[in-house]
């Protein structure tokens, strides 16, 4: 499967943006699909994550509360909603897949399909 996001761009803080991850090649409904994110000169971390079956989704303590995953398996696509973002949140945003869920959903070696990435600026 391959995967594009698509979305960023630059926010002031407070405000709210729409990623998307849009996949093609497969039947997208099948895969588990995560966001992550990379600041420059930190490591790759997770952001939130959606079952393709039944489960809800999960958000690092970071984010949770102020983002919202969704996926529109109709569309082949992923969505992360950003609200209330911080400068913090700065950061190329990467979504990921993989099809067999997996207990170790954080950790972005577990994941098989990658997105080029999307640039998200917030300014303060």
């Known amino acids: 499967v391959q995967l594009q996001a698509s979305g960023g761009g630059l926010v002031q803080a407070g405000g709210s943006l729409r990623v998307s991850c849009a996949a093609s090649g497969r039947t997208f409904s099948n895969y588990n699909v995560g966001w992550f994110r990379q600041a420059p000169g930190k490591e790759r971390e997770f952001v939130a994550v959606i079952r393709w079956s039944s489960g809800g989704p999960d958000y690092a303590d970071s984010v949770k509360g102020r983002f919202t995953i969704s996926r529109d398996n109709a569309k082949n696509t992923v969505y992360l909603q950003m609200n209330s973002l911080k400068p913090e949140d700065t950061a190329v945003y990467y979504c990921?897949?993989?099809?067999?869920?997996?207990?170790?959903?954080?950790?972005?070696?577990?994941?098989?399909?990658w997105g080029q990435g999307t640039q998200v600026t917030v300014s303060s």
């Open positions: 990921a897949a993989r099809t067999y869920w997996s207990a170790d959903y954080t950790q972005p070696t577990v994941y098989s399909y």
